[in-house]
């Protein structure tokens, strides 16, 4: 057990002619300052987050268990209707199953292609690594609606540079064998360049010891990868991968700009039926209660995937 | 005391900016224009006034396409009166309905904002009367007493607008037609197609007939075999009828088996016609404005849509749909209303830019001191409707219309969903969509009205 005691204060009054010494800053005011700035900007973004998330969350859940049209005014509790007749619905399933197909297909592609290019920048054979970098990270920071658009033209069957590069004869946005994919193409090559300056960022964390120690022991530049680099990269990857189905759930430009969920349905992904349901139609109750589910979907995907990383670090530790 | 100036700087700076709400760029005007001429027939405007008193006052006027037209409109008006600015603002198609219906029900959205009738019911609860003389306006422009309801109007059409087959000039002559070879009905037009397509073996070079990404105008041409696309009690879509299937397979035959296009040959057909790539397609007349603006080197003519039998009048021809005037935000406020009224009263008797506006369209033009124009009697366009009276209008149809049969169209084009299905499933999706729309068709209203065929 320890004792701790009370340093006595002095009170002995400070001598004559001496210099007072300066009073040290008041630690109380100190506090009291810091607490107020911590408390302004907790209130501020606690006000933020309620009025322009939680709430519009709020209002949208409460929505979805109506018929709900803004423009008419028409707010009518119908109860599990909308949800009932989504999850009855094939569009919603057959949207649902293609938006899963897409993410997968671009997460994984996303996260290999930035892989790849990371360490083969990061290696000391590779010169001019910032050229590469701002070369792989451009299209990233370009507008993906003016992307879209050159994608657009690109893929023209007649006047395209792909099937003019190439010879190819490909109807890309219409033949419903290739409208996805050639969606998928064009998000691939837009978002790896953040893949590979997050990959960037992991490899140069590497403690450089390890690698050196596994050199040392006779390890080849491939195992020295599979056993080091990738397991001390994978919580880059975890993030990587999270942000990465957060994000495509939610596709949504690229479908607008290339194809409008066409031809036919064939490229609609959830978010676009749900833009159509709310701002063609205006049905903002089935609307939010798609949003809903898409949100529930994303919940447990991000969940499983923190689940599996947690699971493979203790493998790992243990 | 830095830190107090910075603040009082910012207040002032706010307090100016609030003080700036609903002012403009315009300069102050202390006196009434004079001896500028009363403009209009019936309906009549006179510029010699000052408008909210002659005060700085600007005003958004929205609108998706034609902003050169409108611009025009605009311009003419400032010129009369220069402490008013009106800042016309473009918005691609599928923005403006996602922010404009939004802005309006948050009490908000420009005072000024054009109009398609198929959002009829989603704008008409934000829309403002027009505030003027309604006898005088009837006088004045055809069909604007249908759009009077309680003796009150909030749009009225400027123009008639339906669809019409577009061919390139150059390769009509080379393929050694002339004006007297315009097809009468879809099997010579069949024919004419065959001779202005090109092929390389299997590749085709020219289509003689495109009608990619056509399909909300082409689905509608039923009519021509005498169906209606609302059954008889107009509320119940019938969209599902032996006359729609036979129009899609006259048209899927052009491809499959007379092989004058390909769904995989030019995949949007204005874009194609506009590149000199299809020698024909089928559009409705504001081609005339996109292809002067976007492929000003094509030289096109046009002629009317063919029939089953050119010696049988058909139900109809096609379909048709008013273009109408802009719209008057009654959210927006006292001031800015007041001068969208007094455009509006200015627009609807503006007979020059009315004039350019309806060329840009190739409208037929509701205005009738514009019926007997020799510019717009020449414009091919014009010329190729011919007369009005075999068109039907079905009344301001729902988005779910277009939508759902262009669906229905790239589902049997791309996907090979079976015609039958692809209309049956179309029209189950209207039913579904209308049931909370409350549409009613006015194709009852037709002159050559009657049910469709059982």
């Known amino acids: 057990m320890t004792l701790t005691t009370r340093p006595k204060a002095d009170k002995r009054p400070p001598e004559k002619n001496n210099v007072i010494p300066r009073k040290p800053r008041s630690r109380k005011r100190g506090n009291a300052g810091e607490r107020t700035l911590r408390n302004t900007v907790i209130i501020v973004i606690g006000a933020s987050l309620l009025l322009l998330t939680a709430y519009p969350i709020g209002l949208a859940f409460v929505g979805s268990f109506h018929y709900w049209n803004p423009l008419s005014g028409a707010f009518d509790f119908i109860g599990l209707e ?5 999850l009855s619905s094939g569009e919603f399933w057959s949207s649902l199953l293609r938006t899963g197909v897409f993410s997968v297909v671009v997460i994984f592609f996303r996260v290999a292609l930035g892989l790849a290019i990371a360490v083969a920048i990061f290696s000391n054979l590779t010169r001019g690594k910032a050229i590469f970098r701002t070369i792989f990270y451009m299209p990233t920071v370009t507008p993906l609606v003016a992307v879209a658009y050159i994608w657009q033209m690109m893929y023209n069957p007649q006047t395209g540079a792909i099937n003019t590069f190439f010879g190819l004869d490909i109807n890309w946005l219409y033949d419903p064998n290739f409208a996805l994919p050639s969606i998928i193409g064009m998000t691939i090559w ?8 997050l990959f960037l960022a992991g490899l140069h964390s590497i403690p450089e010891d390890a690698l050196e120690a596994a050199s040392v022991d006779g390890a080849n530049a491939w195992q020295r990868f599979w056993s080091i680099t990738l397991p001390l990269l994978a919580p880059m990857t975890v993030f990587v991968v999270i942000t990465s189905i957060i994000s495509y759930l939610q596709a949504f430009v690229q479908v607008l700009v290339l194809t409008q969920g066409g031809p036919g349905t064939s490229t609609q992904l959830i978010s676009y039926l749900i833009y159509e349901q709310a701002f063609v139609k205006y ?28 699971g493979r670090k203790n493998s790992l530790e243990g | 005391m830095k830190i107090m100036r910075a603040i009082a700087s910012l207040g002032a700076a706010a307090v100016l900016l609030t003080g700036c709400g609903g002012g403009g760029a315009g300069t102050t005007v202390e006196k009434a224009p004079s001896g500028q001429p009363i403009q209009g027939t019936n309906l009549t405007y006179d510029p010699n006034k000052l408008v909210n008193d002659g005060k700085p006052i600007e005003l958004e006027w929205w609108m998706w396409d034609g902003d050169k037209q409108f611009q025009a409109f605009a311009d003419s008006y400032q010129e009369l009166h220069p402490n008013v600015t009106i800042k016309t603002v473009n918005q691609p198609w599928e923005a403006y309905w996602t922010k404009l219906p939004l ?9 000024l ?6 959002y009829d019911a989603t704008l008409s609860p934000y829309l403002e009367s027009y505030d003027v003389d309604l006898a005088a306006l009837e006088k004045d422009y055809n069909g604007a007493a249908a759009h009077v309801v309680d003796e009150k109007v909030k749009y009225i059409d400027y123009g008639i607008m339906t669809g019409l087959i577009w061919y390139n000039k150059a390769m009509w002559a080379e393929a050694g037609l002339t004006e007297k070879d315009y097809p009468k009905n879809w099997e010579d037009f069949r024919g004419i197609a065959q001779k202005l397509t090109k092929r390389d073996g299997d590749t085709i070079k020219q289509a003689g007939f495109n009608f990619n990404a056509a399909y909300n105008s082409l689905g509608f041409l039923q009519y021509q075999n005498g169906y209606n696309l609302m059954a008889e009690d107009a509320v119940t879509p019938a969209l599902d009828n032996p006359g729609t299937l036979q129009n899609m397979q006259y048209f899927l035959d052009l491809y499959n088996v007379d092989k004058v296009g390909s769904k995989d040959f030019g995949p949007k057909a204005i874009e194609s016609f506009g590149k000199g790539q299809s020698a024909m397609i089928y559009e409705w007349g504001h081609l005339h404005g996109t292809l002067d603006k976007n492929y000003p080197s094509i030289d096109y003519g046009t002629f009317q849509t063919p029939v089953p039998d050119a010696n049988e009048t058909p139900y109809a021809f096609d379909r048709y749909n008013g273009e109408s005037t802009p719209g008057i935000n009654a959210g927006a406020d006292e001031a800015q209303k007041a001068i969208a009224q007094d455009f509006m009263n200015f627009f609807l ?13 190739s409208l037929a033009p509701s205005y009738k ?15 190729a409707l ?6 039907i209008w079905p009344g301001p149809m729902p988005a779910t219309f277009e939508t759902s049969i262009t669906k229905a169209w790239e589902d049997v084009v791309y996907n090979g969903v079976d015609p039958k299905s692809a209309i049956a499933g179309a029209q189950k999706t209207i039913a579904s969509d209308l049931a909370k729309s409350g549409f009613t068709s006015a194709e009852p209203g037709y002159a050559h009205y009657a049910p469709s065929p059982r």
């Not at chain 1, 909308?82 to 989504?86: F, H, R, S, V």
């Not at chain 1, 837009?190 to 300056?197: E, P, R, S």
Request: net charge negative; no cysteine; aromatic share 12%.
């Open chain 1, 82 to 86: 909308n949800y009932t007749d989504l």
């Open chain 1, 190 to 197: 837009k978002d790896f360049g953040y893949a590979v300056i």
């Open chain 1, 283 to 310: 049905d903002f109750g089935y609307a939010s209660a798609a949003a809903f589910v898409l949100l529930i979907f994303t919940a447990l995907l991000t969940l499983i995937s923190f689940r599996l990383s947690a």
């Open chain 2, 103 to 111: 802005q309006l029900q948050s009490g908000k959205g420009p005072a």
């Open chain 2, 113 to 118: 904002f054009n109009i398609h009738n198929s």
């Open chain 2, 349 to 361: 008797t503006d007979k020059e830019d009315m004039k350019n506006l309806v060329l840009n369209y």
């Open chain 2, 369 to 383: 001191v514009l019926a007997d124009d020799p510019d717009i009697a020449a414009n091919p366009v014009v010329q």
């Open chain 2, 386 to 391: 011919g007369s009005l009276d075999r068109y």
